[in-house]
């Protein structure tokens, strides 16, 4: 016998008339008239081959078949019930998950406090956090692993578009007992003559000193192979050498033992934000957190400050095909 191919809105139709006991008031509840109702529950009918219903001019009551049926379809509509207002909660962006690569110091300095704004309103939510330097955030938003990676505008691929957030001003760092710890600013030049250690290549860091390095013969020591910040802020403590780091690594990581003085320059700068596939959307709670990254305030620690974004240029940061388009103005 084949099986009859019957729609949510005639279970449910076949519910609320079990459950009123009147055609009058089964059409109310479901928004119908009596006539629509009417149709739906011979439709249904006709499909089984059994009647539902005992119908007479003082009520309805459900027959043995009705009952067997109801008992045997309750548990799917209650549970397409439940999956569709979970379904509807994760349209609304009130659950879902957000799956997000950052560089190593906006994961720890400017994340957390993000993310506690934000579940404020979003207790449902969950966070995917996966730190690693600009290459890996690439890579990982690429392979589609993570929507949202935090990371420095940097040679982007034409098929991601990026918002800026923050601009950090970079700091020569040395130990306490450097020579620098008597200066105001330095500039690049000041690096000439010191051992220069660096992340390793691919960092966004990296990308920024081996520019501003190359421009003034300057090279980058050799003799260490650091592949974290981490392991540079270990080096610079023992005063093996200096570096240059963006304000979030000096202060988002306690550095308030070392020497930290602002590189008065003007590309001396590092601009962060958030870069996610163009062409493809985001999810709504991943949309949301992206807006509210945009208008939540942020304590900035010195040497940061926000970008301001004019959304009625022309001008733009990413690619075409973005969410909306950012004149990018850098605050002083």
Not at 97 to 105: K, R
Not at 117 to 130: A, K, S, T, W, Y
Not at 300 to 318: M, N
Request: hydrophobic share 40%; net charge negative; aromatic share 6%.
């Amino acid at each position: 016998m084949p099986i009859p191919d019957l729609t949510l809105q005639q279970l449910r139709a076949v519910r609320t008339l079990a459950a009123s006991g009147s055609f009058t008031k089964a059409a109310a509840a479901e928004h119908i008239s009596q006539s629509v109702l009417s149709r739906r529950i011979k439709e249904v009918e006709r499909l089984l081959r059994v009647r539902l219903f005992d119908r007479t001019t003082r009520q309805i009551d459900t027959t043995a078949a009705g009952q067997a049926f109801l008992l045997m379809t309750g548990a799917v509509l209650d549970d397409m019930d439940l999956r569709l207002s979970r379904f509807m909660s994760y349209v609304a962006a009130q659950s879902g998950t957000i799956a997000v690569a950052a560089l190593p110091s906006l994961a720890a300095a400017v994340l957390p406090e993000m993310i506690r704004g934000f579940m404020l309103d979003h207790p449902e939510v969950e966070f995917e956090i996966v730190d690693g330097a600009a290459d890996d955030v690439v890579e990982r938003l690429a392979g589609g692993t993570v929507e949202l990676g935090l990371t420095a505008h940097g040679d982007l691929q034409d098929s991601f578009c990026f918002e800026p957030l923050l601009q950090e001003q970079f700091y020569g760092v040395a130990h306490r007992s450097h020579p620098w710890s008597t200066q105001k600013s330095i500039s690049w030049s000041d690096f000439k003559g010191e051992t220069v250690l660096a992340t390793r290549p691919g960092s966004s860091i990296r990308t920024i000193t081996d520019a501003a390095f190359s421009e003034y013969s300057i090279s980058v020591s050799e003799r260490f192979n650091a592949c974290s910040a981490a392991t540079i802020r270990g080096l610079l403590r023992a005063g093996v050498g200096v570096a240059a780091l963006p304000a979030l690594e000096v202060q988002g990581f306690g550095l308030d033992d070392l020497v930290a003085v602002p590189v008065d320059s003007p590309d001396a700068t590092r601009v962060i934000g958030v870069a996610y596939h163009c062409s493809q959307d985001l999810s709504p709670v991943a949309a949301r957190f992206l807006d509210f990254m945009h208008a939540t305030e942020i304590d900035s620690p010195r040497g940061v400050s926000r970008v301001q974004v004019d959304d009625t240029s022309e001008d733009t940061l990413s690619s075409s095909g973005c969410r909306s388009k950012h004149e990018v103005c850098l605050e002083p």
